[in-house]
């Protein structure tokens, strides 16, 4: 069921969207990575959206993907503010749930490749991620994932990993998940391999049979990425996973601007809190992060900032890393990060990491970090 803060902006479940890149002139959007019309679809309730080179965009929603009446439309501009991240501003809506004309909603993005939308209504809910659409996989291949996004009350997440391997193969046309995986503090916990079965796939959007209570429903890119979003047995997670290549900390230098998903801070909504971020990394992996506490003009948080430092796991894992944050104020915080250098064959890098929250002392709820390079 849909919560009504604003159409796509916010969702009592993680809502995964494909992205496909369509023709079109140099224009406004090209300044900004939008020189084409890049269009969006989603599972569960159906929806669409369109992103103009000339920083407009339409948004439309249907009960399900098998029905033929759009019940919701939604029409705005966006652009792309001094800290990197997309500001998404309504103009109009038509039909049930819209939102009001002015509402704007806040993007992080590798464009063309992946999107992930910061909810609105102060900072609460759940970051709604989106990838570039690929086809079915025909070939072979191995990725890196990480749990960002996790419904469950009843986990661990000081001895539950975090972070583990996928791997497709052709010729039987079936996954499997890794027996090895990373809890937070980086550390393995081995199990059993995992067999997902047969994969039915149509124009890139996968299914395996359902397991554990829940259908695994996979978003493929034609560079390695997945999304994958599980639905059922009374709870909802969102994964995501890069191509399991080997990784080197000093590709990792740069600026990144980000989100900051609480499950376990109840602040701002009951879904948890989301923050914009921003990070700075050497060459070493070292470097320093703050709260954007205004994302318009760039202002970082003097009050919420941490220290940062970005490792190899060991032994080294490849797609792998860890980070520790060490704030201004309270603990160090372990996490432990899919990664990927030059996504998909851009000049942008993303780090994905998860750990326990520190909002939460059950260990039962998660903080993800979700960090591209800054454009």
């Known amino acids: 069921m849909v919560r009504n803060i604003g159409i796509f902006f916010a969702a009592s479940a993680v809502l995964v969207f494909i992205v496909v890149q369509g023709c079109g002139a140099a224009a406004p959007g090209a300044a900004i990575g939008y020189s084409s019309t890049v269009s969006y679809g989603g599972s569960g309730s159906a929806y669409s959206a369109t992103m103009n ?105 000081s001895t539950q990993g975090l972070v583990g391997s996928f791997n497709y193969t052709s010729a039987t046309n079936t996954g499997s998940v890794g027996a090895t995986k990373y809890v937070a503090d980086g550390t393995s916990s081995v199990g059993s391999t995992q067999s997902l079965g047969a994969l039915t796939c149509t124009g890139g959007v996968g299914t395996f049979p359902a397991s554990g209570g829940g259908t695994p429903e996979m978003y493929f890119t034609n560079g390695g990425g997945v999304i994958v979003r599980v639905e059922g047995g009374g709870q909802s997670q969102g994964i995501a996973a890069v191509p399991a290549a080997p990784l080197t900390l000093s590709s990792f230098a740069g600026t990144y601007v980000g989100l900051a998903f609480d499950e376990g ?35 970082l948080s003097t009050t919420m900032s941490a220290t940062i430092a970005v490792s190899q796991l060991s032994p080294a894992v490849n797609g792998a890393l860890k980070m520790v944050l060490t704030p201004t104020a309270g603990s160090p915080q372990t996490t432990v990060c899919a990664a990927a250098s030059s996504l998909g064959g851009t000049s942008q890098n993303t780090i994905f990491c998860a750990g326990e929250s520190p909002s939460d002392g059950s260990n039962a709820k998660l903080r993800s970090y979700l960090l591209v390079t800054k454009r």
């Open 265 to 299: 801070d109840s602040s701002g909504a009951t879904a948890g809190t989301t923050q914009p971020v921003s990070v700075t990394l050497d060459a070493a992996g070292v470097g320093t992060g703050a709260v954007i506490s205004d994302v318009v003009n760039n202002t």
């Open 53 to 157: 080179p000339d920083l407009t965009f339409t948004i439309t929603r249907k009960a399900s993907t098998t029905a033929t009446t759009v019940d919701l439309t939604v029409t705005g501009t966006f652009t792309r503010l001094a800290s990197g991240i997309l500001e998404l501003t309504v103009g109009g809506s038509t039909g049930a749930e819209g939102p009001t004309v002015g509402d704007k909603a806040y993007a992080l993005d590798v464009p063309g490749y992946v999107m992930m939308l910061k909810p609105m209504s102060d900072s609460g809910g759940e970051i709604i991620p989106m990838v570039a659409t690929g086809s079915c996989p025909t070939a072979d291949f191995a990725g890196t994932w990480v749990m960002m996004q996790d419904s469950n009350t009843s986990g661990n997440y």
